[in-house]
């Protein structure tokens, strides 16, 4: 069965941190890799997607991810947090199957 | 671009009762689908309909759960009897095509089953 870890269940990081959120899959085959993002009182969002060429994907406010396939692993990474960016991150994946398997989440919050 | 609309936002229902969702997804978006999101989990995936057809519906506990498309536009989850276990947000999305492209998600409805 396809799955995917998310190892950081609660991170707490100043204001200009860094930030590396841990996501590893499991399915043995070619795979599409997603975060998704929810704000507080937001609706679930799309940060960045991965399908196929450059290993480093590129996201929406200043967030990247690098697929790294011997690994299994997508992880997500900012060089410099801001408060606004507290939320939930989702890691997900879909396979072969064709149906988007989520993580259970990192919850990021940002102090000042 | 109007988003994905969902409707109650908050049920609160007594163990065996029924109750029902309603989602509305994005003009002209083909595939729509009903996630499951219990405290602390990741949202899994109930059913996912393909225009009027269920693509996948592997997930769906068919002894108390039911949905439809209706036209290949809204969509109703029923539950029926409800369990404690039920208490969850249910969350709808959906997207052009298929699930590789983007998901455009509601804001969920939280039910509370007492």
């Known amino acids: 069965a396809q799955s995917v870890s998310q190892h950081n269940h609660h991170v707490i990081l100043s204001e200009a941190a860094s930030l590396e959120l841990g996501c590893n899959y499991s399915?043995?085959?070619?795979?599409?890799l997603f975060w998704y993002v929810q704000y507080p009182g937001q609706h679930l969002q799309l940060l960045l997607k991965?399908?196929?060429?450059?290993?480093l994907v590129k996201g929406i406010k200043g967030f990247e991810a690098e697929f790294i396939k011997s690994k299994f692993s997508f992880n997500l990474r900012k060089p410099s947090v801001q408060w606004s960016d507290t939320a939930e991150y989702f890691c997900?994946?879909?396979?072969?199957?064709?149906?988007?398997?989520f993580g259970t989440g990192t919850r990021l919050q940002v102090t000042l | 671009e109007a988003g994905v609309a969902q409707s109650p936002r908050y049920k609160i229902i007594e163990k065996r009762q029924s109750v029902a969702f309603w989602c509305n997804p994005i003009s002209g978006h083909a595939t729509l689908y009903w996630y499951q999101q219990i405290l602390g989990q990741g949202p899994k995936l109930l059913i996912q309909f393909q225009n009027n057809g269920v693509v996948d519906d592997s997930q769906l506990p068919k002894d108390r759960f039911s949905a439809e498309r209706l036209k290949g536009v809204d969509s109703t989850l029923k539950i029926q009897p409800a369990k404690l276990e039920d208490s969850a947000v249910y969350l709808c999305?959906?997207?052009?095509?298929?699930?590789?492209?983007?998901?455009?998600f509601g804001p969920g409805t939280r039910l509370t089953v007492l």
């Open positions: 991965y399908f196929s060429g450059d290993p």
């Open positions: 997900a994946f879909t396979g072969t199957a064709s149906k988007l398997t």
């Open positions: 999305a959906s997207s052009q095509r298929g699930p590789t492209d983007t998901q455009y």
């Open positions: 399915y043995g085959g070619t795979v599409n």
